[in-house]
């Protein structure tokens, strides 16, 4: 084993830090968060960053860079009020890791990478939906957060629609998203599939948890 | 595929709702995290929210729930000012789990579950690791953030050490959680090992993504 203090990290080569970094939180959600531009172009951008925040209300979050760049996801949440959350699996995986790359505002990623954009039956829920994406997520954009430390942005959205198999329910309302192809990250650029270990029981003082299904 | 909308969420059954929204942000970090009571009890809490905000300075976060009941860990960050966060891998995963259970404060899940603390050899940060873990990260408290629409805190830190083999630290930086066997969560209870898909290099706009060492 090797410690490497705070000094160390500050003195690291500014990629390698990155990388390192990058891969100390664990393994990380996957989504492409779909948004509508004003000018009516869906854009759609890769984040790992998506979080649960509450069940009731169902509320779910994810970080934005800092805007000191044109950050267009940002900015049709904030003038739109809506955005999508859609889970990658396998057959997409590199048309959703080029959604990373610097497109200009006029350009739909949708167009660049060949994924299709699905739009709500319901008429005021705006934002698109990836069509090929096996669980998708629409929320109602609630607030921001700044966490003033390093200009990051908190996003947080209500849901208000959730499209998936109902298959992949179970009784218990646990919904198998690894039997959905759902994948994980790690790191900027390292993709996983995963292979469940078990489900444990709820876990009590003096009573031994157990694998449950 | 199925719709279900926000009302839809809220008439379901409780603990359906909560295993059901929990699963959709896709598959989510897993850690410990170590902390010191006033009354020197070492406490240990499973989370599966701790996020990424940062590389330089480096931030990471997790996700509080809310203070109406005894919340030892927050309690013992905000009254020390450390925290460590220990990655899980299967051999001490029961152990992990085991530390969800609602322990008294003067209880310490180490005791309790004989996972071992591990303090760092710098005098100055008195939070414990988990000796077990195969990547542990020591962090200063910098501030949280109380997110009102469900009274969650986001609590902040920045990392002031990090413990592990130098061996999985590749060339870039890239840190093989994979191979620190670090596994990954969904729901409330699902654990999953994970196998590595590809890495993808940088994406640019009008070139193709590739597969990386």
Chains 1, 2 share one sequence.
Not at 27 to 46: A, D, E, P, W, Y
Not at 97 to 107: G, I, L, T
């Amino acid at each position: 084993m090797q410690s490497y203090s705070y000094n160390e990290i500050k003195k690291m080569d500014r990629l390698f830090r990155t990388h390192f970094v990058n891969s100390l939180a664990g393994f990380k959600s996957l989504n492409l968060v779909g948004t509508l531009g004003q000018s009516g172009i869906s854009n759609l951008c890769i984040v790992n960053s998506a979080i649960h925040i509450g069940a009731n209300p169902p509320l779910m979050a994810f970080i934005s860079r800092p805007p000191s760049v044109e950050r267009h996801t940002l900015e049709n949440i904030l003038s739109t009020g809506f955005f999508t959350l859609n889970h990658i699996h396998k057959s997409i995986l590199k048309q959703a890791h080029q959604c990373s790359a610097k497109y200009k505002r006029e350009e739909s990623e949708f167009d660049k990478t060949g994924l299709t954009p699905y739009f709500s039956k319901r008429k005021d829920f705006i934002a698109p939906y990836v069509d090929e994406s096996n669980i998708k997520i629409g929320l109602e954009y609630k607030k921001h957060l700044n966490i003033d430390l390093n200009d990051t942005i908190m996003v947080i959205g209500q849901i208000t629609e959730i499209i998936l198999n109902p298959n992949i329910v179970g009784n218990d309302g646990f919904v198998d998203i690894n039997a959905a192809g759902t994948l994980t990250n790690s790191g900027l650029d390292a993709y996983y599939e995963t292979t469940k270990v078990n489900r444990l029981s709820y876990a009590r003082p003096d009573e031994s948890v157990r694998e449950i299904r």
